[in-house]
């Protein structure tokens, strides 16, 4: 029994204004018998050691929550007199600490992170922005937008005007601009049918694509509401929605009509992919690993690791330690919380 309640003790429940309500599945949850101040009298020792101990700062900030990671933050400075994210730069290195210093940040502050870097500097990291706004929940894009603001006093839906074009830009406009239907109990079935036709006749059935229906219908429509309208979508075209998406539309848009679509269909079946995708290339894509293993590890990662094995017939955990090496693979073995 003690198993049963620990589990659902690990199962919150996230409420936004009357929003899709999302169950989390977290593979890292608030640690038991929590004392900030030891945890952060052990990472300044960790910082000093000649060498530096990344093992105890791994076991640390891997184990505690975003909350309980702030309060050692707090109580480092108390005691040390410095800034811990600043000893933490200095200590660590290359995939590690980029590892760690994304976990001192909350998940909407690594998300609205990850957005900027992917706009900075000359050329876009479209691949980025892709996952994280075509993946996002309303209520999390809406709380990225705000923390967004805070952290860089500019909008996000300027910065991403400014950096995409064409109709790429506009889905990632729409979608950014989150104007998405609440979740209905009552199932419309006539606007189903409507919104399976209107997809079929602006692109397969006709020469050349009318975008901006497909964007209005996927940037404003319910989840549940468009998974129906997909499964309907075969009853009128000769492909389902993903192979008339490669047929219609090819680069960014493309990829982020596909995310989405993935995305509503099975959301952590997309992220398993990611993952998989990203460790088969030679040398693992870490950025890539990093990212999802960093956002997702307090969302919904323990899902992602249930399809990773039920698709890849390997677990996550295996293919991590297969696919990446040193402090690096470790502290990606303990954010992904065991073994299938």
């Known amino acids: 029994m ?20 999302e169950l989390k599945y ?7 018998d929590f004392d900030p101040a030891r945890d952060a009298a052990r990472i300044e020792t960790a910082v000093k050691t000649k060498g530096v101990d990344e093992q105890t700062i791994i076991d640390i900030l891997t184990r505690r929550s975003y909350e309980q990671r702030r309060e050692i933050a707090f109580e480092y400075e108390r005691m040390a007199k410095k800034d811990m994210i600043t ?16 976990l001192m940040k909350s998940t909407a502050q690594y998300d609205a992170s990850e957005l900027k870097t992917s706009m900075k500097g000359l050329g876009t990291d479209e691949e980025t922005l892709i996952e994280i706004v075509c993946s996002r929940t309303t209520d999390e894009m809406l709380e990225i937008k705000r923390v967004y603001k805070e952290l ?28 998405r239907d609440e979740p209905s109990n009552v199932i419309d079935y006539e606007k189903i049918d409507d919104d399976a036709r209107s997809l079929y006749e602006a692109g397969v059935k006709r020469k050349g694509t009318d975008v901006a229906t497909w964007i ?31 047929k219609e539309v090819k680069g960014d848009l493309e990829k982020s009509f596909l995310t989405l679509v993935e995305c509503f269909q099975n959301k952590q079946l997309y992220f398993a992919n990611r993952l998989s995708e990203a460790m088969k290339t030679k040398g693992a894509k870490e950025k890539v ?19 990773f094995k039920r698709q890849h017939h390997k677990s996550l955990y295996q293919t991590i330690a297969e696919h990446t090496k040193g402090d ?13």
């Not at 003690?2 to 309500?21: I, K, P, R």
């Not at 909008?155 to 989150?178: H, I, M, N, R, W």
């Not at 219908?217 to 309907?232: A, D, G, N």
């Open 87 to 102: 000893a933490l730069k200095g200590a660590l290195s290359g995939s590690l600490e980029a590892l760690v210093l994304g």
């Open 328 to 340: 690096y693979q470790k502290a990606l073995l303990s954010l992904c919380g065991g073994d299938d």
């Open 216 to 246: 209005t219908i996927m940037s404003q429509r319910s989840v549940p509401h468009l998974q129906k309208v997909f499964e309907r979508y075969k009853s009128y075209s000769p492909y389902d929605m993903k192979e008339s998406i490669r």
């Open 289 to 307: 690993v990093t990212r999802i293993m960093v956002s997702r590890c307090e969302v919904d990662l323990m899902k992602v690791r249930t399809e």
């Open 26 to 32: 977290p593979t890292v949850v608030p640690a038991r």
């Open 152 to 179: 860089f006093k500019k909008d996000l839906e300027k910065d991403v005007a400014g950096d995409t074009s064409g109709a790429f830009a506009k889905l990632l406009l729409a979608l950014v601009q989150t104007k």
């Open 2 to 21: 003690a198993l049963v309640s620990e589990f659902l003790g690990q199962l919150t429940l996230s409420y936004g204004g009357g929003h899709e309500v």
